[in-house]
């Protein structure tokens, strides 16, 4: 906009600045009235919005991080007799687990096929091997090859084998009498094929002053033949209550219903005073390398107390909703006639209400029922105010009486109540879902105010620039006149003072 030109009036001796700022301060307050409301309305309704899709985003949070689970609330505790301080084993619940409790020992744990093979003369980092190719046999199809150089190292051939993509690893470790080269198959178990080695030399013969690549050769039909040391991959195996279960890797996946035990070492070696045993048979016919070991109890309980720690989570996500919703769809309040503007940035708004109305009304209408129980005698209870309270004592009674009963109630994948807020929610949280799309509106909205600000801007600096003109024009015309008089009235005193001599 112009500025005002201060100096108007001057010459007249009128203080037209003032006037001219007096008009064009009016004339703003007529032109941009409407655009300001406008705007302002605008920014509230924005504002306004993006609080009503958090208040909706932080309880659907809320409530997703206990859907997510289908056994939410059938929460159980695990304990075991095992030292803290030296774990044998790890037991969770995966889903449908009960209460149960039964004694585990760990008599052997998985592990991967090793061979080895020792140098006695070879000085493994700085021997020289003649060149060609190792190829190496898994068996399900599984082969990978390692390209050997003239004129290197088995401590470099160990590197380029360990660069596999299946798990094989390779080792090089000095001893006394010379060199221990290893190798570890990547596959744990039982079933686990056996490692075959072929080797491919680049010339016919071994070249003077070079290892030959053969020696690495490895035939799981006779080990020995050219050296091999060989330990063959196996199970892991525990006893449950007495009965022997295997697997092919350290981790029993629901061998027990409803749990997954995963072994990170054998049982301790049992004293005389323990009474809690089992015996791992060794090799010898008559029992002379016999172990005995200790056995583990595990309980398997449910756990109300984690459970009502959920639920009273979802409690509270759901009153802070009410009253964050509340606070933005309350109306303002007036003083004789007039309003106060203390309502909230979407006062009186019915998608607001709405909303409100459909929850509560998910709640207190909810009518399923499992073994005799509704969600009211679970814990819950609905307020005058719209909130919800929270009893965990009536909750850990329906827990402890039908645990999936409770997880049912509340996170069915079909008629859960949890469930069904969350899928009722969606349409408003979503990414172009209901509150995106009146944002959009908004945006649009803002834009064209914008858009009319920037003319009423330029109406307004026409305008100033007009009346400036008029009264500068004024300012001069009357300065002028005012002259004239001023001479007129000294020719008038001259021609007097002329007479009266």
Do not use: C
């Amino acid at each position: 906009m112009a500025s005002t030109i201060t100096s108007m009036g001057v010459a007249s001796g009128n203080d037209f600045s003032s006037i001219v700022d007096q008009l064009v301060s009016l004339k703003k307050r007529q032109v941009t009235r409407q655009t300001t409301a406008r705007a302002n309305a605008n920014t509230i309704e924005l504002s306004g919005v993006a609080s009503f899709k958090s208040a909706l985003s932080t309880f659907q949070s809320a409530i997703t991080s206990i859907t997510n689970d289908t056994e939410a609330f059938n929460v159980h505790k695990i304990t075991t007799t095992q030292s803290s301080s030296n774990q044998i084993f790890s037991v969770t619940a995966a889903n449908g687990v009960g209460n149960t409790n039964f004694d585990l020992a760990v008599t052997q744990l998985a592990k991967a096929e090793k061979d080895t093979k020792k140098f006695a003369t070879a000085d493994g980092f700085n021997n020289k091997f003649e060149a060609g190719t190792l190829t190496f046999d898994l068996g399900d199809n599984k082969t990978f090859s390692v390209d050997v150089a003239d004129g290197e190292s088995l401590e470099s051939i160990r590197k380029k084998i360990n660069q596999n993509a299946y798990g094989v690893s390779a080792s090089l470790v000095k001893t006394s009498s010379g060199y221990t080269f290893s190798l570890s198959g990547g596959t744990t178990g039982d079933s686990a094929s056996a490692i075959k080695v072929t080797s491919s030399a680049a010339n016919s013969s071994t070249a003077s002053g070079r290892d030959s690549l053969s020696s690495l050769a490895m035939d799981p039909s006779d080990y020995a033949a050219n050296g091999w040391t060989h330990t063959a991959a196996r199970d892991a195996v525990i006893q449950v209550d007495g009965e022997e279960l295997r697997s092919s890797s350290n981790k029993f996946d629901n061998v027990v219903a409803g749990l997954n035990i995963e072994v990170y070492q054998t049982s301790e070696a049992a004293s005389s005073s323990d009474t809690n045993t089992t015996t791992i048979k060794g090799s010898a016919a008559d029992g002379s390398d016999d172990k005995t070991v200790k056995t583990y109890s595990v309980n398997v309980a449910t756990d109300p107390s984690s459970s009502a720690t959920k639920m009273q989570n979802f409690v509270n996500a759901y009153n802070t909703m009410v009253s964050s919703l509340t606070a933005l769809s309350k109306s303002n309040t007036y003083t004789n006639g007039a309003s106060n503007e203390d309502g909230g940035d979407l006062a009186g708004d019915s998608s607001v209400t709405s909303v409100m109305s459909q929850l509560q009304n998910m709640i207190t209408r909810f009518s399923k029922s499992e073994g005799g129980m509704t969600i009211f005698d679970m814990g819950l209870t609905f307020n005058k105010d719209g909130t919800l309270s929270f009893s965990s004592s009536d909750f850990s009674k329906a827990m402890e009486s039908n645990p999936n009963a409770v997880n049912d109630m509340f996170t069915n994948s079909s008629d859960g109540l949890l469930t069904k807020m969350d899928s009722y929610l969606d349409s408003y949280t979503e990414s172009s879902g209901i509150l995106d799309q009146r944002t959009q509106r908004l945006n649009t909205e803002k834009a064209d105010i914008e858009e009319q600000q920037t003319k009423d801007s330029e109406t307004i600096e026409a305008y100033q620039a007009m009346i400036t003109k008029k009264y500068s024009n004024l300012d001069t015309l009357m300065a002028n006149n005012s002259g004239a008089l001023s001479s007129l009235s000294s020719v008038l005193s001259s021609l007097k003072s002329r007479s009266s001599s």
